[in-house]
């Protein structure tokens, strides 16, 4: 007995820690506009899927287990979406966007998914400003909001979980120094225009150790940061656009997800109280048959009690692998949700991202042109030779 | 000229010794003089020549540059008009699917959306409020920007065309007024074309007399308005 009255509260205790760990949070106000020298632009990147590309047996494994690659794609971009829409929704930061991977930011985002089901969401965040300096790299774990599942609810289920991480960002935020600021930014630029004509910014950014630093500063009015000032502008025009593709990504995906999501977490649950039910019972079963057995034993003979508590055991039991069947059926019902959810994201996810590809495509063509031109301006404006290879492959922008 | 038609052996066997007729080697023969002066002349100009190039090479990076950048701010504008398509088409098909979606989506944005008022203007169309949209059934866009008046169910959306007001003087074209010192458009470049439609196209007075600017700069910055009937550049080369 006392076995049992443990064993539920071993089974209890999970509950109730996660009732408490698991207080919404909100994110932090800006109570006051923030002055422009204070704020940093944030970049996030499209989030890594934690589906290895090339593996097929093992993306074969995980679908097996309800994990969907077309569905972790387009989480990869839900995902930082919600993120940034935390971020902007605080009023202390400057512009909020999903970026290229190569583009060149203040601070800048990353992150790989490592769970996401509609009962709980797990993923992994590094955060880091331009000059090198680390702010986060932790793993961030949630379970759903289960108010966000009622009918007519306009809660996201992680909600709390996003401004978490803005929290967080923001008390690294809070810990700069004001001079921090400014160089952040500086750096940023610079990274940008050197990325854009090398030759013409070469020597201005030190690096020691992964930390960069600005060595020297353009000229006030110097022509070429003016014109790569231009091109930025541009830059950011480009990555307003595409993340206006990402938001038509989002809100096509809503609805379809949300349904998913909603369906999952019930299922989700039915699942684990099955397998708890299941494992109770077993456990029961066997010591209500060990007891019976001892039972018996200890009278010399096969007593009514020992007997009784024999066949109780063996019906617990019984009970329990016919509740591990019915956790086998909720399995396939989990899967198949995903595998139909699955065939739809593809194809908005092919939808948004082929639009996303072209304009890309594009784009870097654009940055070609313009590398070669400031390239071309550099050395004639200066008369040094640059090497004609020099800007056909820039490191990043 | 005569005289090499007139079968003459000297002219022949030089010409095939030496690569040239003698009577054509003794005449450059008595030139040399003349042409080392011209070289030297020469020499002396393509140094003017080699600044002048140097010159003309800055202005044209210049001019290349600004061409690419006005080509660029083409594109962005061409992508917007084609998110604004996407935006109308699915509009139109939430319009058609509006009450059925409501059920579905749970309708309805995420928690940060109630934030969307401030966040989502700023990012002009970016804001997926489109859960609402859906919530209320009102077959909406999806991507209606937060803040603004959901469009509600069957009702008609305005095309551009449509919207278009025709205050002050000025031609209009397929609806839309162009104004009249753009003339009309017909020796257009890609760019300059792609700028005129985008103007034309543009609802907001502001930002359509932005677009004009712009085509003006563009096209009026590389050549002169076609009042003067000069040939234009295209013309005159053979």
Not at chain 1, 259 to 286: C, T
Not at chain 2, 70 to 87: G, M, N, P, T, Y
Not at chain 2, 104 to 112: I, L, N
């Amino acid at each position: 007995m006392r076995r049992g009255i443990l064993l539920i509260a071993m089974l209890s205790v999970p509950a109730a820690a996660l009732a408490l760990e698991d207080e919404p949070i909100e994110a932090l106000q800006a109570v006051e506009e923030i002055p422009d020298h204070l704020l940093l632009d944030v970049g996030i990147r499209v989030f890594d899927t934690g589906i290895p590309a090339d593996d097929e047996h093992a993306k074969y494994l995980l679908e097996e287990k309800g994990v969907f690659e077309e569905i972790r794609k387009s989480e990869a971009r839900w995902i930082p979406m919600n993120l940034k829409r935390a971020l902007e929704s605080t009023g202390y930061w400057g512009a909020v966007r999903l970026v290229p991977a190569e583009a060149s930011v203040d601070v800048m985002v990353e992150g790989a998914i490592a769970s996401s089901t509609g009962k709980k969401l797990e993923i992994d965040v590094i955060a880091y400003d331009a000059t090198g300096r680390r702010w986060l790299s932790r793993s961030y774990e949630r379970e759903a909001d289960p108010v966000a599942y009622i009918p007519n609810a306009t809660v996201e289920p992680f909600q709390s979980l996003y401004n978490r991480i803005a929290n967080d960002l923001l008390k690294e935020k809070n810990d700069l120094d004001p001079e921090d600021f400014a160089e952040i930014r500086r750096v940023s630029e610079l990274k940008f225009a050197s990325a854009l004509a090398p030759s013409a910014f070469e020597g201005y950014l030190a690096e020691k150790k992964g930390r960069y630093s600005p060595s020297r500063l353009p000229a006030e009015g110097d022509p070429m940061m003016i014109r790569v000032a231009s091109i930025r502008e541009r830059d950011h025009m480009f990555v307003d656009t595409l993340n206006e593709y990402y938001a038509d990504l989002y809100a096509k995906m809503e609805g379809p997800y949300r349904g998913w999501r909603s369906n999952s977490y019930d299922e989700q649950l039915a699942l684990e109280e099955l397998k708890r039910a299941s494992l109770w019972r077993m456990l029961a079963g066997g010591a209500a048959i060990f007891g019976g057995v001892m039972a018996s034993r200890e009278g010399g003979g096969w007593s009514n009690a020992g007997q009784i508590a024999i066949l109780g055991g063996m019906a617990a039991v019984m009970d329990g692998l016919d509740k591990q069947a019915q956790t086998a059926m909720h399995r396939e019902a989990l899967k198949e949700l995903a595998g139909s959810f699955d065939s739809e994201a593809q194809e908005i996810l092919f939808d948004v991202e082929g639009e996303v590809l072209r304009l890309k495509g594009s784009v870097d063509t654009q940055y070609a042109r313009w590398r070669e031109i400031l390239r071309d301006l550099f050395a004639a404006e200066t008369g040094i030779a640059v090497d004609p290879n020099q800007a056909v492959t820039p490191p990043s922008r | 000229m005569k005289r090499l038609r007139r079968f003459d052996p000297v002219i022949v066997l030089s010409t095939f010794l030496v690569g040239a007729p003698l009577t054509a080697l003794a005449a450059t023969q008595s030139q040399e003089p003349e042409t080392k002066k011209e070289e030297e002349e020469e020499g002396k100009s393509s140094e003017m020549t080699a600044v002048e190039t140097t010159e003309e090479k800055r202005e044209g990076l210049h001019r290349k540059l600004d061409k690419t950048l006005s080509e660029f701010d083409a594109l962005i504008l061409r992508e917007q008009e084609i998110l604004e398509q996407r935006r109308e088409a699915a509009g139109a098909a939430g319009g058609g699917a509006g009450a059925g979606t409501a059920g579905v989506a749970g309708e309805g944005g995420s928690g940060v959306e109630a934030a969307e008022g401030e966040s989502g203007e700023e990012a002009g169309g970016e804001t997926a409020s489109g859960g609402k949209a859906n919530t209320e059934g009102t077959g909406g866009s999806p991507d209606q920007p937060a803040g603004e008046p959901i469009p509600s169910s069957g009702e008609p959306t305005e095309s551009p065309g449509e919207s278009d007001e025709n205050e002050g003087g000025g031609e209009v074209s397929n609806g839309h007024r162009v104004p009249e010192d753009v003339g009309n458009g017909e020796d257009d470049d890609i760019v300059a074309r792609q700028l005129r439609e985008a103007a034309m196209r543009e609802e907001d007075p502001e930002l359509r007399e932005k677009l004009w600017d712009e085509y003006r700069a563009y096209k009026f910055g590389q050549k002169k308005p076609t009042k003067t009937n000069e040939p234009s550049e295209k013309e005159t080369k053979p």
